[in-house]
């Protein structure tokens, strides 16, 4: 059964205080690893997709990266706006997207 | 309007009632999909339609029956809910299918947020 664990639970970052955000994951043949965040009230917002291990990607103060067994979000001089739950999602062969339980951001000024 | 729309954005009903969740997209997309999102645990699949057709149902109690009339809407028909059902419910759809060949990206909806008394 493809497994998907976030961590931490839950993170408190001063203002340009940057940091990682970990997603592990245990799948049979990964076809994608997806990010999102989601502000309160709202849905999922995607941020990026990763397909295969040392693919990097980049918005903002925003960086995804992926190996073969964890991506990480890395938040650069984070601001309070870059405050959300960040979800983590894995495809593998099928029609099913596996989710995380998310990491919640908190940027204080 | 563009986007994916929920109504109602809240909803509390009685463990007898009769309710509907409405989902609407004006993406031009062909799959659409609910999800459900209760507090401290992970999003949660619970069915997926493909040009209006249900291609998945993951295993959800029978007082859930969703209805897709089209590719633009989708409905979650609600009967004798228990409280453990009170969650967020969202709605997202997709250009194909989330498991073709090809990663695929959702939009999801707002959310209609559900309290079973």
């Known amino acids: 059964e493809d497994q998907v664990t976030q961590s931490p639970e839950a993170l408190r970052l001063q203002e340009g205080e940057s940091s990682s955000l970990n997603c592990s994951y245990t799948?049979?043949?990964?076809?994608?690893l997806f990010w999102y965040r989601q502000d309160p009230g709202k849905g999922p917002e995607f941020l990026f997709t990763l397909y295969s291990a040392g693919e990097e990607k980049e918005k903002e103060r925003l960086k995804a990266t992926l190996t073969k067994k964890e991506s990480f979000l890395h938040i650069t001089a984070p601001k309070p706006e870059d405050s959300a739950t960040y979800l983590c999602a894995v495809k593998a062969a099928g029609n099913k997207l596996t989710f995380g339980g998310g990491t919640r951001v908190l940027v204080k000024p | 309007e563009t986007g994916v729309t929920q109504t109602p954005r809240h909803l509390v009903m009685g463990m007898t009632n009769k309710k509907s969740l409405k989902c609407e997209q004006h993406?031009?997309?062909?799959?659409m999909y609910w999800y459900k999102q209760s507090a401290k645990k992970p999003l949660e699949l619970m069915f997926v339609?493909?040009?209006?057709?249900?291609?998945e149902n993951n295993s959800v109690p029978s007082r859930f029956s969703p209805e897709c009339p089209n590719s633009s809407h989708l409905f979650l028909h609600l009967h004798t809910l228990q409280p453990e059902d009170s969650a967020l419910y969202l709605c997202a759809s997709s250009q194909r299918l989330a498991g073709d060949s090809g990663a695929n990206v959702l939009t999801f909806g707002a959310g209609s947020r559900l309290t079973v008394l």
């Open positions: 339609y493909n040009f209006k057709e249900q291609t």
């Open positions: 993406l031009g997309h062909n799959a």
């Open positions: 799948v049979s043949g990964l076809r994608g």
